[in-house]
């Protein structure tokens, strides 16, 4: 079992681009998290994702947007990048099902913008 | 809304001490309860969990009692190693939410 990964393991950008991470989530999982954890924080969620569509959100501006495939992988796109948007973003997928959703994380993609 | 306050860090402890790392939290239904951990350069990974009151949640040589009465949900290891050394956060979950709430996390590093 391959877990969740993602991709890139680290980017660099600068102001005012755009960025896309990838995830993977774990075989069996149908549903995908996504979470800010900036230096020295723990993280925050943005969004949730199943099937195919947004199913919550956090605290997060419209700049942060994803999207999931039919094969229930997920991708990030943060536009107009700020300074503060470095962090190190996590995905994280759970079984659908509601309940107390257990999730697994992924390894995460470093961003850095300059 | 829900919140987890834990413990400043950092904590440094030789090897072989007893560990307490405290977690409160703040919840307006019924929440599941998580202590993860992650290593350096790793993401997270689940440590244990209680899903509800009087619970233990226990793995690895660490433990943690879910106490509705006084809302915590402390971490606690009888005898640390070096490899113990990383990131602890505590979180909780509600029921039917997505949104998982993680505390600041606790550094712990375990000295020889």
């Known amino acids: 079992d391959a877990g969740v990964t993602q991709s890139p393991t680290h980017l660099i950008k600068t102001r005012g681009q755009q960025v896309t991470l990838r995830c993977s989530p774990k075989?069996?999982?149908?549903?995908v998290s996504w979470y800010q954890q900036a230096l020295g924080q723990g993280p925050q969620f943005i969004f949730q994702?199943?099937?195919?569509?947004?199913?919550q959100r956090g605290n997060f501006p419209d700049r942060f947007s994803g999207h999931q495939f039919p094969n229930y992988s997920s991708e990030l796109n943060v536009n107009a990048l700020l300074l503060g948007d470095s962090a190190l973003y996590l995905c994280?997928?759970?079984?659908?099902?509601?309940?107390?959703?257990?999730?697994?994380f992924g390894p995460g993609t470093r961003l850095t913008v300059l | 809304g829900d919140s987890v306050t834990q413990m400043e860090g950092p904590v440094t402890l030789s090897e072989e001490a007893f560990l307490t790392i405290n977690c409160t939290y703040t919840?307006?239904?019924?929440?599941?309860l998580f202590w993860y951990v992650q290593y350096p350069g790793e993401g997270l990974q689940l440590l244990l969990k209680?899903?509800?009151?009087?619970d233990k949640g226990s793995n690895k040589g660490f433990e943690a009692t879910y106490r509705k009465e006084t809302t915590s949900f402390h971490l606690e290891k009888g005898s640390v190693q070096v490899s113990d050394s990383a990131v602890y956060f505590c979180?909780?979950?509600?029921?039917?939410?997505?949104?998982?709430?993680f505390g600041a996390g606790t550094r712990l590093t375990v000295k020889p």
């Open positions: 994280a997928s759970s079984p659908s099902g509601g309940g107390w959703n257990e999730q697994f």
């Open positions: 919840a307006t239904g019924y929440p599941s």
């Open positions: 979180a909780l979950s509600e029921y039917n939410n997505n949104d998982m709430r």
């Open positions: 994702y199943y099937e195919e569509e947004e199913r």
């Open positions: 209680a899903t509800k009151a009087d």
């Open positions: 075989s069996g999982h149908d549903t």
